[in-house]
């Protein structure tokens, strides 16, 4: 597709359920994000990927949280016995993955809220 | 650590008027990158500007102009003229160049709401 895709848009859990969240980049984007959105938080990182590989991982809040990609393409972030305080929208970007330099530009994806009961 | 402020955390302005949006950057690396993206109604990030740390030269696209002072580690952002579809939550963010990707350091973001 032309952009960065995500699904579901919306997903609501009771808490202590498993969640996967999915996000699908543009086309030849090698390097994925994932964010998320919070009324207390704002917006805050929580892993990045270049290819299959995942470099920085520095954002995950906790060992519930985790993330994978395949095939340098989709990814899916997965949270574990899900908690109200992880109620938010999560957010999925993708860039060229151009090395360093701080020259790629993100773009993003229409978020999945995630609604915990 | 990066950090960015954003100290205003809404403005409603009258179609036609100018707004003016402020950010304040922190870093200690010399090299870094500073954006500006609007998330309107719909939730989706929508890019609106790169600026590297070496380019300090101002820039202007269509009703959108920015301000980058690294005298003042300030990057602002103007909407001349505004109109009703301004009306947005706009971010101002900060990527370090380093080799394990660019993640991005948000501000708090401020809302626009322009009246008719």
């Known amino acids: 597709g032309a952009g960065v895709s995500q699904s579901p848009s919306n997903k609501v859990t009771e808490k202590g359920k498993d969640v996967e969240l999915r996000c699908d980049p543009i086309?030849?984007?090698?390097?994925l994000y994932w964010y998320r959105q919070s009324l207390g938080q704002g917006l805050e990182f929580l892993i990045y990927?270049?290819?299959?590989?995942?470099?920085?991982k520095s954002g995950l809040p906790s060992d519930r949280f985790s993330a994978e990609r395949t095939g340098g393409s989709v990814s899916t972030l997965t949270i574990q016995r899900t908690q109200q305080e992880d109620s938010a929208v999560y957010l999925c970007?993708?860039?060229?993955?151009?090395?360093?330099?701080?020259?790629?530009?993100?773009?993003f994806g229409p978020g999945t809220r995630l609604t915990v009961l | 650590a990066q950090k960015v402020t954003q100290a205003q955390t809404e403005i409603s302005v009258v179609e036609k008027e100018d707004v003016t949006l402020d950010c304040v950057y922190e870093?200690?690396?010399?090299?870094?990158?500073l954006f500006w993206y609007k998330q309107p109604p719909s939730g989706e990030l929508v890019f609106l500007i790169r600026?590297?740390?070496?380019?300090?030269q101002n820039e202007i696209s269509g009703r959108y102009s920015w301000n980058f002072q690294k005298s003042t580690s300030s990057f602002n952002f103007t909407i001349t003229a505004s109109q009703v579809v301004d009306s947005a939550v706009y971010f101002c963010?900060?990527?370090?160049?380093?080799?394990?990707?660019?993640?991005?350091?948000f501000g708090g973001g401020t809302r626009v709401l322009v009246k008719p």
């Open positions: 970007a993708s860039s060229p993955g151009l090395a360093g330099w701080g020259t790629d530009t993100q773009y």
């Open positions: 086309s030849g984007h090698t390097a």
């Open positions: 990927f270049q290819g299959n590989s995942a470099p920085d």
């Open positions: 870093t200690r690396d010399t090299t870094y990158y």
């Open positions: 600026r590297n740390s070496f380019d300090e």
């Open positions: 963010a900060l990527s370090e160049a380093k080799a394990a990707g660019n993640k991005l350091t």
